[in-house]
């Protein structure tokens, strides 16, 4: 793979951040191809110079597996009043400016609910990318309904290389070749190779937006294409430079939207409309984007119960939300250190000038939006807690990767008071 070089302009008028956190089980290169897995695999025997992993990350990919599969369609529970009023109080004084969604399923035959706001809309930021990857997901079944081999073979062995989509991006991604000394952390590039499935696993885990532009635009030939995917990289521009901005936008739409109220979630409440890439807007054109904490609960609710797309597809895409690597935000609490910990986040930041005020990283004075989703699963490897927690915030002035980390930590050791588990 060539060096990565790129150079981006951030207005401090307004901010998009989102902070690398890795994903996918670490023995999985010999299954995906995904080579950073290896180089992260290697640090912890002490053979590569690369962040070591907590505990809770240290799940093999056989271990990493769904938990509600079931025949009977599972719901979200009325919520539980006691268990609101908890939920509520942990939110403190600016209780207004969240919303949240909290499913309590250790004792799966006795669910337990929370939610604050759960119905308000909101731009989801990165979290969106987990659309991408459940497009992605669909349209392979579509072609390859009953070979997973298939499949499997578009992921390892279809080979993106980075071009104007990419446009800008300022995110690194973890990169490491075997027979590498440390894992590097370049930004993509123009010209960059690396299998989708790393695609994938950079738009996941790195959340990068330059990798979630090339899945994208790779969606779109995927659902074009069916079975004649993966085309030259020539067909492939020929069919981008000749095809309408119209019929471009309904393509989008129609991979992006259509497997959301396929898998049975409501589109009016989750939607991906456009490119994460302000080149790639301009050369497909999209909608806009939104997600309330209800309807990402079901989201995960479903990956849980296998019923994103297939088993198999909810399977890959959890162990894609699997982190393996530092962990930032919601995930970083010190609470979860031994906890398994499925996760996405994204964040938008926007300042202006204020007396005494300085614009910083998550410290919006204008919008300061922040969202997390995560399923925990406490301690990894034999879980006395199961839960999955939605927040989408909007704390101006303040930290919100810290506010996250808090909130975090208060669920948490809420519920191991509640089940008399842990420390």
């Known amino acids: 793979m060539k060096p990565f070089l790129l150079s981006a302009a951030i207005s401090i008028i307004t901010l998009v951040i989102t902070v690398t956190c890795e994903a996918y089980p670490l023995d ?39 938990r509600l599969q079931t025949e009977t369609e599972f719901e979200i529970p009325a919520g539980e009043s006691e268990f609101t009023v908890q939920i ?45 990857a459940l497009g992605i997901f669909q349209a392979l079944a579509d072609v390859y309904p009953d070979k997973f081999d298939s499949r499997l073979n578009i992921l390892r062995n279809t080979l993106v290389t980075a071009d104007e989509f990419i446009q800008w991006d300022h995110h690194v991604v973890p990169l490491y070749q075997p027979g590498d000394s440390r894992v590097r952390y370049p930004k993509i590039k123009m010209g960059d190779q690396a299998s989708l499935w790393t695609y ?28 004649s995917y993966p085309v030259s990289e020539t067909e492939a521009r020929e069919f981008f430079k000749n095809t309408s901005k119209k019929d471009l936008a309904a393509l989008l739409a129609r991979a992006l939207h259509d497997p959301v109220t396929r898998n049975g979630l409501d589109i009016g409440q989750l939607r991906q409309g456009s490119f994460f890439t302000r080149q790639g807007k301009r050369l497909v054109p999209g909608t806009t984007s939104y997600a309330t904490p209800r309807e990402l609960l079901r989201w995960l609710i479903k990956l849980e119960q296998g019923k994103l797309v297939d088993a198999f597809s909810s399977r890959e895409i959890k162990r894609l939300l699997y982190m393996t690597q530092r962990r930032i935000r919601y995930a970083s609490s010190p609470a979860l250190t031994s906890a398994a910990v499925y996760f996405k986040s994204g964040s938008l930041y926007k300042c202006k000038e204020e007396a ?22 406490a301690p990894a490897a034999d879980p006395q807690l199961f839960y999955m927690v939605v927040v989408m915030s909007n704390v101006l002035r303040k930290n919100s990767a810290v506010v996250h980390q808090t909130l975090a930590t208060r669920i948490h050791r809420m519920l191991q008071k509640y089940y008399k588990v842990g420390k």
């Not at 191809?33 to 990350?57: D, F």
């Not at 990068?208 to 069916?226: G, P, R, T």
């Open 28 to 66: 999985g290169y010999g299954f995906t191809g995904i080579t950073r897995l290896e180089g992260y695999r290697l640090a912890m025997e002490g053979k590569v110079r690369a962040p070591k992993q907590p505990p809770g990350a240290l799940l093999s990919i056989n271990q990493v597996d769904l």
């Open 88 to 132: 509520q109080n942990l939110l403190g004084a600016e209780a207004d400016r969240y919303a949240v969604s909290v499913l309590d399923l250790t004792n799966i035959e006795n669910p337990r609910y929370a939610e604050h706001r759960s119905t308000e809309r909101a731009n989801a930021g990165s979290v969106g990318k987990i659309l991408i």
């Open 200 to 227: 994938l696993d950079w738009m996941l885990s790195a959340s990068s937006n330059a990798a979630a532009s090339m899945v994208l635009k790779h969606l779109i030939l995927l659902v074009q294409y069916c079975p």
């Open 356 to 377: 005494g005020f300085k614009c910083k990283k998550y410290h919006g004075n204008v919008k300061n939006m922040l969202n997390s989703v995560a399923i925990i699963e």
